[in-house]
């Protein structure tokens, strides 16, 4: 695979990162066949743990095709954090629309220009009680329509062993030492919803598409089915704020 040009601050942030990731963390990655050597291109990642950013950019690091992340806007606010943010080329999301915008025209010109620009679908952690993938956002499966640009599916598995999504205490659980899982499988067949009209129904199908992938290579990771639909956040809260209200009528 050809190596690409990675910049001064992107080698700077994997001095830093990388030699406590390799002694403190077991690695099992596969996939990486499948990573264009050239062009641009999305990936589409889970996201089950504050850690596995780290995992997956280790991941992807060593094969010479270093991803943009989009990110969070208020982390570009700190001053080391924001520094590196901004010399490695990640893209700040803002929640405005307007804003938003910005952020979806830098992922296209990106892309256009021949990088990778990494999407986490899911906008958050899980909040899948079992830490399956959630039902995704379209903003990847937009710029996908839009660019035609591969989508090379990731999943990842371990980093919450080490850091749980949510819980009370944001510390690392180091021993016994964990295993970073990340698997990248081939480009997700996109092409019945080019030239269609980027609608609500067919982001929202091409969104699926994207998630179907990625679940059913976390199924690979964790050796075990996954739920046959997945988890709805939305509707989750407002299964619970009914029983919720049923609850209070009871008890009046």
Not at 50 to 78: E, M
Not at 99 to 112: G, M
Not at 180 to 198: H, I, M, R, T
Request: aromatic fraction near 10%; charge should be positive.
């Amino acid at each position: 695979m050809s190596r690409h040009r990675i910049g001064f601050w992107y080698r700077l942030t994997a001095v830093l990162a990388k030699p406590p990731l390799v002694v403190l963390f077991k690695r099992d990655w596969r996939g990486m066949e499948h990573i264009p050597a050239d062009g641009g291109f999305i990936t589409a990642v889970n996201h089950n743990s504050y850690l596995d950013p780290l995992s997956y950019a280790h991941f992807q690091y060593n094969t010479g095709r270093v991803p943009r992340f989009l990110a969070k806007s208020g982390l570009f606010k700190t001053t080391f954090v924001g520094t590196l943010l901004r010399g490695t080329g990640q893209i700040p999301v803002y929640r405005q629309s307007t804003d938003a915008a910005v952020a979806f025209r830098a992922a296209v010109a990106a892309i256009e220009s021949g990088e990778c620009v990494a999407f986490y679908p899911e906008g958050t952690l899980t909040r899948d009680p079992k830490l399956w993938p959630m039902q995704g956002k379209t903003g990847a499966a937009r710029v996908a329509l839009l660019t035609k640009a591969p989508v090379i599916p990731v999943a990842q598995w371990g980093a919450h062993e080490a850091m749980p999504p949510y819980a009370k205490e944001k510390k690392l659980r180091l021993f016994p030492r964990k295993t970073l899982k990340v698997l990248a499988g081939p480009p997700v067949d996109l092409s019945a919803y080019y030239g269609q009209e980027p609608t609500a129904e067919v982001l929202r199908q091409a969104t699926d598409t994207i998630m179907a992938a990625i679940t059913e290579l976390l199924a690979e990771l964790r050796r075990e089915p996954a739920p046959a639909q997945p988890y709805d956040h939305k509707q989750a809260r407002a299964e619970a704020r009914r029983k919720a209200q049923h609850g209070k009528e009871n008890d009046e």
